[in-house]
């Protein structure tokens, strides 16, 4: 039998009143929060950690992909400019329009960067536009983007509870070291990854797992002659990196990739299933199963793959890579057959790689003034697995930013805000929200009704 405690009333000082606010300092609330500033709002933007950047930072994902159909770019926006001033520190890599094709000379110069379409079945995998990055510049361009936004950031503030008055959320509670604080809005955006806002508010959700991962960077890596071995060897190299992903415990099919640092290189590993996201007990298991698998293969790697003789652990994410866990049952919930038949809608108010995400899929059923964005955004477990990679969560965010903004302007509820004033001011942001479908598209008819 299970216990439970009762405590006094609660009571939480009100630090900060905004027009919007923002759960989740991740890519998608750093995005719904810049632009809910720059569509004229202002913003309160909560993060638990000590730095912005989510799983691109904290996680250490360290790619930006799933952004491209064919040769056409399709997420853009603010993820564009968190590239260019990437770039700009020399952080940021990525292949340049006349190096995306496929040859065994463009894989051998771009493969090692991530850079290539892993959608695609022909070998060599086709080179295409996807960014290398490095953490700590994700960290200080976001900080940049908030600051010149005049957002009010408070980090060191962990999500506790919502504040809910006649079915509409009007604030919400963090923990903080001072104690409860809570902040008060018209609007708020749940970008939590694992919708801890819109589930404690009461909005209905579907649960699911999928891998998790504790990404890690090695450094002091020859790249030059790891990848020089691989190329004049690709049969002992391949049961070599086989060895070491079975000794991970699962891997992408590359296990390593170059950073824009020298001599570091990031393991997106080990892969591990059965851990729950959001169960304290289950991510404590999975800190120690992973550090453990790192530190068994770590001397085996030094041993036997040239290139890697002087290799050190340089760090462990702080943040476990959690894939999936609550997903929102929206207004719309996106199919697996809505993402593989690259489904146009009528509403769609951001992209992914070939996909389209309507802005109903943002918006919670049965409580008002609350946006979602991000992973854990309206989809099926299966439609999710394909499309919750960084970029389109920008977008997403991008999208509920404005959408929110634009609720306040016009004193309107966000499940009222015209999806084509959305995609409107999308585009004056330099975002494509998907208004005009790909040649590809599955177009929906006219006669759809959008809700």
Excluded at 72 to 94: F, H, N, P, Q, S
Excluded at 323 to 337: A, H, I, P
Aim: aromatic share 8%.
């Amino acid at each position: 039998m299970s216990q439970t405690v009762s405590l006094d009333a609660f009571e939480a000082p009100v630090v900060q009143r905004s027009d919007v606010i923002v759960v989740g300092g991740g890519p998608a609330g750093v995005s719904a929060a810049v632009a809910a500033a720059r569509t004229g709002a202002s913003v309160t933007l909560l993060e638990r950690y000590a730095a912005l950047g989510g799983l691109a930072s904290g996680g250490m994902v360290l790619v930006l992909d799933d952004m491209i159909n064919g040769n056409e770019i399709t997420v853009t926006g603010i993820v564009d400019e968190y590239v260019e001033r990437m770039a700009k520190l020399g952080l940021a890599v990525y292949p340049p329009a006349e190096d995306r094709y496929s040859s065994p000379e463009m894989w051998a110069k771009w493969g090692r960067w991530g850079a290539f379409d892993f959608h695609s079945h022909t070998n060599p995998k086709p080179i295409c536009y996807a960014v290398a990055f490095d953490p700590d510049g994700w960290k200080r361009v976001s900080n940049d983007l908030v600051r010149e936004s005049g957002i009010n950031l408070r980090l060191h503030s962990w999500f506790s509870r919502p504040v809910v008055q006649d079915g509409a959320v009007k604030g919400v509670v963090c923990e903080t070291k001072s104690g409860p604080q809570a902040v008060m809005g018209d609007v708020v955006i749940d970008t939590t990854g694992d919708i801890d806002v819109a589930s404690r508010a009461g909005a209905p959700y579907a649960q699911d797992s999928y891998l998790v991962t504790l990404v890690f960077r090695l450094g002091g890596v020859d790249t030059a002659a790891a990848e020089r071995f691989e190329q004049e060897n690709p049969r002992e190299a391949r049961a070599i990196n086989r060895k070491i992903k079975r000794m991970l415990g699962g891997a992408w099919e590359l296990w390593w990739l170059k950073t824009p640092v020298p001599g570091v290189v990031w393991c997106n590993c080990p892969h591990m299933t059965g851990f729950d996201g959001t169960d304290p007990v289950s991510l404590t298991e999975a800190e120690f199963e992973a550090r453990a698998r790192i530190g068994a293969v770590l001397d085996h790697i030094k041993a036997v793959l040239p290139g890697f003789g002087n290799a050190y652990l340089l760090d462990v994410a702080e943040q476990m890579g959690v894939r999936q866990t609550r997903l929102l049952q929206g207004e719309y919930v996106v199919t697996k057959d809505d993402v593989t038949s690259r489904r146009h809608f009528a509403d769609s108010v951001a992209r992914g790689r070939d996909y389209y995400t309507p802005y109903r899929a943002l918006l919670p059923r049965g409580v008002d003034q609350l946006l979602v964005a991000g992973r854990h955004y309206s989809a099926t477990p299966e439609a999710q697995r394909m499309s919750r990679e960084i970029p389109p969560c920008m977008a997403m965010g991008q999208a509920a930013g404005i959408a929110a903004a634009t609720a306040v302007e016009q004193g309107v509820l966000v499940r009222d805000v015209d999806p084509a004033v959305v995609q409107h001011r999308m585009r004056e942001q330099g975002a494509d929200p998907g208004d005009v479908p790909s040649e590809n598209a599955t177009v929906d008819q006219p006669e759809e009704v959008v809700a």
